[in-house]
């Protein structure tokens, strides 16, 4: 006999059928790349965000391979009781160095993930007396981060600087911070970061920026979207991430040495939770060398060859497209059905887009999230391109 507890899961499961939400999950067999061994096939991917093309790179796996030799394979222990190897404050330092032109009396401290490190930050930063000002398209982690923390929400409308330039104003709070992703990941657009920091120079506030999508992609040297925007401050507290462009796995806050000493003492998702395996960090300090050498530099030419190269190409007559100058260009179609049977004809003919629906984008854009890699070939590019050509003919 199935209990009442049970019965009433499986039909809210088959609401989700009904609306055409129920997510599946495939199963691949070979690193992350273009060309991926997907349920027993091989399919051309574009929707990894993978955007440098690290994670299945030669240096880095050698690097991954030598850090568990040296160091093992568990870090055994949370960083503050014995879980901090020489590995993670080598990678904590490394990424200091590589931030100090963006940020002043810069310190990193890593996290197991990127979601875990927004929660850290908005929940050790705030308290009751702050009033927190959220961008509307911001990423799930950072909604996530401001309800855990105790401060008071006030959302604003997408890029909507003007409107946010009222809501400071009109705040009367000790405290104030704006919250921003700075690639927006649904829709590949950016933030307009120095408006946003003047406005927090202006009323003291912090400026938090979630350059998940940014790193390793942004900016000459790689440094991401502060290195784009051409800002610097005290007032930044930067997330960025280690498992995208950097190819492996973990992120980065980078921010004034008091804020990071601060979340030393106070981030719960940083003490209470185990330190990665200290090989992660020892393939990390290979991949931002990378990132930061002249292979990286050429890999962010390249990968900005492709995206002109889809732009200029894709011939648009039901859809649309978004405008972005990122490796994320969302192709927007509408309702639930017709997205995942775009994307499943995609499929069969050999190309793995990701299509998202409601609710991580609003009800009536469904879209394919078609992303781009510097492992990707020019004729990688076009073919897709053709191919969703034809799919609307
Ligand atoms: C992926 C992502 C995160 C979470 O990072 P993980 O390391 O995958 O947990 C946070 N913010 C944004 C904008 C993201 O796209």
Redesign the pocket.
């Known amino acids: 006999m199935t209990t009442h507890l049970i019965t009433s899961l499986q039909q809210k499961l088959k609401q989700l059928d009904a609306r055409g939400l129920r997510r599946r999950r495939r199963i691949t067999e070979s690193p992350c790349a273009p060309q991926v061994q997907v349920d027993g096939k091989t399919k051309l991917a574009f929707c990894s965000n993978d955007y440098l093309g690290l994670a299945s790179h030669p240096q880095i796996i050698a690097a991954l391979r030598e850090g568990a030799s040296r160091y093992g394979a568990g870090s055994g222990a949370s960083h503050l009781i014995s879980g901090h190897s020489r590995a993670h404050a080598l990678l904590e330092d490394r990424l200091a160095e590589f931030m100090a032109p963006d940020i002043e009396a810069v310190r990193t401290l890593t996290f197991c ?3 875990m490190a ?1 929660l850290a930050v908005l929940s050790a930063m705030t308290d009751r007396d702050t009033d927190l000002f959220c961008e509307q398209l911001n ?1 799930a ?1 950072l909604i996530d981060g401001a309800r855990l923390s105790r401060a008071s929400v006030q959302v604003y409308p997408h890029g909507a600087v003007d409107q946010l330039a009222l809501m400071l104003a009109a705040s009367r709070s000790p405290g104030k911070m704006v919250v921003t ?1 700075s690639v927006f ?1 649904m829709d590949g657009d950016l933030a307009p970061l120095a408006d946003l920091l003047a406005l927090c120079e202006q009323h003291d506030a912090w400026l938090l920026v ?1 350059d ?2 940014g790193f390793g992609v942004l900016g000459q040297h790689g440094r991401g979207a502060l290195e784009q925007a051409g800002i610097r401050s005290q007032r930044l507290i930067y997330m960025g ?1 280690l ?2 462009a950097a190819g492996v796995g973990g ?1 980065f806050i980078a921010a004034h040495e008091s804020v990071i000493e601060w979340l030393l003492q106070r981030a719960r998702p940083y003490i209470y939770s185990t330190a990665t395996p200290p090989a992660l960090a020892h393939a990390l300090l290979a991949s931002i060398d990378l990132i930061d050498s002249a292979e990286g530099a050429q890999r962010r030419t390249h990968l900005g060859n492709l995206i002109s190269t889809f732009r200029s190409q894709l011939q648009l007559q039901h859809w649309h497209c978004l405008l972005s100058e990122t490796p994320i260009q969302p192709v927007i179609i509408g309702s639930n059905d017709d997205t995942m049977n775009a994307a499943a004809r995609l499929y069969e003919q050999g190309y793995w887009v990701g299509a998202i629906r409601p609710p991580t984008v609003p009800v009536g854009t469904g879209r394919l999230r078609i992303t781009l890699s510097a492992s990707h070939s020019r004729a990688d590019v076009t073919d897709l391109v053709a191919a969703l050509n034809a799919l609307q003919a």
Do not use: F
Request: aromatic share 6%; proline share 0%; glycine share 14%.
């Open positions: 993930t990127g979601y927004n990423h982690s992703d990941s979630d998940a999508h991430t498992g995208k992120a």
